[in-house]
């Protein structure tokens, strides 16, 4: 008897494809499931009208009668005339997968801008979050499959299954997840009949890159600086800092050799206060410096101020040397003419910048970083647990002004902990979403909500109030109303809890 398909695809070679949908940037990592080793895993970095760069910016243009354009093309391309939302270019809107999303700190009345005057990241007339995210993954995935992994493998690509894992941040609900997957296969991943799509939490995937990093001995990728080894029974804490959310979660090490192994130690926690809303203080800051005429469109568009734009280039490169450098002081030449105000630091069209400019910039988004750290640091020692170490990763996790900051509060704690800054760590959760897939380390997680079911029990005086009453008319005698019987038990996050069978049978 021949197998069925779906069993003969799973027994197969995969390609193991790894999307980190991001906030703000998007990137993809794959390997073959045969490949085990870090060096194995290959990050594309060509894409189309985005030049050689290891991520595309996470943005969408809508054109009138014609396909939208997508990541960096999107702030590329001249700006169109003639529709209404031809010059919009809209980003952010990841963060709308999840209801609970906040406002901005942006308050922006540009008509080209993502961002409403209330402060609410905006989206087309007509669109949701889940398909303005669809549309742009789309785009991707078509670029994906019939460019780039159809130059990588010509003759075996449509007989390849395909293992997708994408990304979230730790702190979405199970409602957010769900629209991310929905996103996904409406965008066309999983259309092939022998490929499957599971979900990975960023800093679970960041922390089994550095951990598969340390295993291999390879420490060249994970610090410049000594690292020390991770012993069975330590606990460390993982910070994922991205561009829109920053998410924390911790393990223990239950096992080391042959391999790492790992519990969650506390249930993780996160924010969305990623490295987007220093870029949104910055220009909201702008505003104060030039006055109104900043909030004319026409003058101050998208192309001159929006992501990939020369201005916000420039203000990129000052954020991430901030912290590193000795310099005390910043010049952005603006690009639109204004007149010289040497109180606001405007002279002949540069903008003087003061490190305690750029700390008030700053430091509202690192106060709140360090507080998740320390709140999660204070989430394991109730649980009993001590933390040895903490990783911080993530495009955000790259500021030499936030390592800084999470070190000065380390330092203070008894004893001090160690803070550790992997190299290349922007890459750090495409590369452990690969690894997630090729062998998962987690033995168990901590559950985010308490599971129940509500019902009634007999009625007891002592417990219950006479109006949650009533009578059973099948012979149970008085009930309570409104009771919840907790259900669940400890198992193994890996571990088959109840076994399958495939049933075959000839017509």
Not at 170 to 196: N, Y
Not at 346 to 356: C, G, K, Q, R, S
Not at 447 to 461: A, I, K, M, T, W
């Amino acid at each position: 008897m021949e197998k069925p398909r779906e069993l003969e695809a799973q027994e197969r070679e995969k390609l193991i494809v790894a999307v980190d949908f991001g906030t703000t940037y998007s990137g993809v990592a794959f390997c073959h499931s045969n490949q085990k080793e870090l060096r194995d895993i290959e990050i594309i970095t060509s894409w189309s009208n985005n030049g050689v760069a290891p991520k595309v910016p996470t943005e969408i243009r809508y054109v009138h009668g014609k396909d939208p354009l997508w990541g960096a093309e999107a702030s590329l391309a001249s700006e169109r005339r003639g529709t209404a939302n031809s010059a919009v270019i809209y980003n952010r809107f990841k963060l709308l997968l999840d209801p609970r999303s906040g406002t901005g700190l942006y308050n922006s009345a540009d008509e080209s801008s993502d961002i409403s005057t209330d402060g609410e990241i905006r989206l087309p007339d007509k669109k949701s979050a889940v398909s303005v995210s669809a549309d742009y993954l789309k785009l991707l995935y078509q670029e994906l499959m019939q460019k780039i992994l159809r130059r990588r493998l010509p003759k075996t690509l449509d007989i390849t299954p395909i293992h997708f894992i994408f990304s979230v941040p730790a702190i979405w609900s199970h409602e957010a997840q769900s629209a991310t997957k929905f996103a996904a296969k409406q965008a066309g991943f999983c259309s092939r009949s022998s490929d499957r799509l599971t979900l990975v939490s960023e800093p679970e995937a960041a922390a089994l890159y550095v951990l598969k990093a340390m295993h291999e001995a390879n420490f060249s990728r994970i610090s410049t600086t000594a690292v020390p080894p991770l012993a069975e029974g330590d606990t460390f804490v993982v910070c994922d800092a991205g561009g829109g959310t920053v998410d924390l979660i911790s393990y223990e090490v239950e096992d080391v050799k042959p391999a790492f192994r790992l519990v969650e130690a506390a249930v993780g926690t996160g924010a969305k206060c990623g490295s987007s809303y220093i870029d949104e203080a910055f220009l909201q800051m702008l505003r104060q410096k030039i006055g109104p005429t900043f909030d004319d469109s026409r003058v101050w568009s998208q192309k001159k101020i929006g992501r990939g734009s020369t201005l916000m280039k420039t203000f990129d490169s000052i954020k991430r040397s901030f912290g590193q450098t000795t310099n005390d002081v910043w010049y952005i030449e603006l690009p639109v003419n204004v007149e010289d105000d040497e109180e606001n630091g405007i002279i002949e069209n540069e903008l003087e910048f003061t490190a305690e400019d750029l700390e008030d910039l700053f430091d509202p988004v690192v106060d709140q970083v360090v507080g998740l750290i320390r709140n999660q640091v204070d989430s394991v020692q109730s649980c009993g647990k001590t933390v040895s170490a903490i990783f911080l990763v993530g495009g955000f996790g790259e500021s030499h002004y936030l390592y800084q900051s999470v070190e000065k509060w380390a330092k203070t704690q008894s004893p001090p902990l160690t803070v550790i800054n992997p190299q290349g760590s922007w890459s750090a959760i495409m590369r452990g979403a690969v690894i997630y897939a090729l062998n998962p380390a987690i033995r168990s997680r901590r559950l985010r909500q308490h599971y129940g079911f509500e019902c009634s029990v007999n009625f007891d005086p002592a417990k219950h109030d006479i109006a949650d009453s009533w009578m059973c008319p099948f012979g149970g005698g008085l009930q309570a109303n409104g009771e919840v019987t907790w259900s669940g038990r400890m198992v193994n996050y890996n571990s088959r809890i109840l076994e399958l069978r495939q049933l075959l049978t000839d017509l």
